[in-house]
């Protein structure tokens, strides 16, 4: 048994730093160790959970930058609440598509490292990934973003490699798509929502 672990969830450095209180989820296979960590870990103002899940908390962890970047750019396009409220439900679902192919267990995706994490990156302003998107939907190219943000947006690297999980594993991902053809490809972004808006209708 793997005798790792690692921390995920919604949790800007900032607001830690400043004791806001926030909870966070540890994915450890050895559930003795990962009940002991919690213990290390969690304070007033920090509460942390643990989870047998590794892959699922992994996943979670990551794949929501991709989804922050594309709510970034229907920010940034101006496209309002609606917009938004639908990015992350449906980027809830691709996510948790494409982790429950890599052996995660699917409620993991309505927890911290899921739900949480994905619902903070999308809409606080502390996010670096929102903020990629929010300024390629203003019109601004990747390359002058990367440059001047000073800080590292996993989403931009992550979105190539999540799109090459889910051609492996069959699984579809629409948003991700979308986000490679904008940062990849060129791809305007008003144009890559369009054909993402306009796919065809199936059911929920």
Do not use: W
């Not at 830690?16 to 160790?33: K, Y």
């Not at 942390?48 to 996943?59: I, K, P, R, W």
């Not at 993991?108 to 949480?116: C, N, P």
């Amino acid at each position: 048994m793997a005798r790792y672990a690692v921390l995920s969830g919604p949790s800007f450095a900032a607001e830690v730093m400043d004791q806001h209180p926030t909870a966070v989820v540890l994915g450890c296979q050895d559930e003795r160790l990962g009940a002991r960590l919690r213990e290390v870990f969690s304070t007033p103002f920090f509460r942390c959970y643990s989870s047998g899940d590794v892959t699922g908390v992994e996943a979670g962890g990551a794949l929501k930058n991709v989804m922050a970047i594309a709510a970034g750019v229907c920010d940034g396009l101006g496209f309002g609440s609606n917009a938004r409220a639908a990015l992350i439900t449906r980027g809830l679902a691709e996510l948790a598509r494409i982790g429950t192919a890599m052996g995660a267990e699917p409620l993991t995706f309505m927890g911290l490292s899921g739900l949480g994490d994905l619902t903070l990156t999308c809409t606080g302003d502390l996010s670096r990934n929102r903020q990629v998107g929010l300024r390629l939907g203003q019109g601004e190219s990747l390359e002058s973003i990367v440059s001047s943000l000073g800080m590292v947006a996993e989403g931009v690297k992550t979105a190539h490699a999540a799109r090459l999980l889910a051609l492996r594993f069959g699984t579809s991902a629409p948003i991700t798509k979308t986000v490679c053809r904008i940062i990849e490809e060129g791809s305007s972004p008003r144009e890559a929502v369009t054909a993402l808006m306009t796919r065809e209708l199936k059911k929920e």
